[in-house]
């Protein structure tokens, strides 16, 4: 089979200091007093005075869709505290993210933060396999219960995923709600048997439990290899993409199972990538209506209200989707085709 070449990930934002914004109710209010204490009690630093931290409270321009969430049943905008409302009648959450974005990471803190506040969540993250199912046991055993604790533990430096610090708000929102932290994917051992083989690689028993005894819909499945293949900004060989397709099926699926079987003491939150948190052909897919999924897109900083619905019509493959700002990148395609000729 061809190597295929991983892109390496992009540089971080570098944090700010925290600076507080109006207020204009008394639930503008009491979600900025519940910010303020994620900020003095686990550090909640923010990219950028003004952005998130005023989006949590409502506050946005009126002129712009930046910082707002589309509800794309409702095909309007809904408030923070009506997502938090109908999040907390949710059994499992996928919240998507764009990985490098730190303002994704905030805004997913907010929500395990603010959902089903009486309740004890799990939080399973798409960065860890079942193969550190070890490491997370001796972290809820021998601690210590922080974040760096946590980091340390699951050896999150050599993992290859984005910086911790972006994901530090995350996972201490998670702990400050003594959730449980659990992996989301599955191991590698059987995760190279089906980027060599394929579904048929996995025994027919574990495909009926996972729901992969049957293939996407052409549409669907086309849809997903020309995902894949621009990921890699087209430069895969072509007979790679059936098996890469196979395996984002199988850990879609995988994450949907574990899931299922979260604890009942309180919502199942999935962090992920936007891809999984398709409704189509994502791990929503794969739990039956059940779920509900928000989506963090970047869009342009001039998005005007009046074109949200054009991009984010009824049909949209997600319940929610919350607008943010695109963060600065180099172009990582180039830094691919480099490698790629590198190689040649």
Known sequence: MPRL???KRNERLPYNK???CGFKSAVHFAIFFVLAAFVAVFGLKPVAASAWQEWVSGDVAPDRALGRIWSVSDQRFVAPQTLITRL????SIVLGEIHDNPVHHHLQAFLVGMVAPNQRPAVFLEMLSEDQSDA????????????DGFADRVDWQQSGWPDFQIYRPLIEAALSRKARIEFALPGREATQSVSQGGLKALPGSQ???LGLTSPLEPKLASGLRAEIMAAHCDLLPIEAVPN????????????AAVLRQAPKTGPAFLITGNGHVRKDRGVPLYLDGQAVSVMLQEVAADMQPDQVAESYSVDYPADYIWLTQVIPRDDPCAALKERFSTND
């Open 18 to 20: 925290f600076m507080p």
């Open 5 to 7: 070449f991983v892109m």
């Open 207 to 209: 495909l009926a439990e």
């Open 88 to 91: 907390s009648a949710a059994r």
């Open 244 to 255: 890469m397709s196979a395996v984002q099926r199988f850990r879609d699926a995988h994450m």
């Open 136 to 147: 997370l046991e001796a972290f809820r055993i021998q601690g210590p219960q922080t974040a």
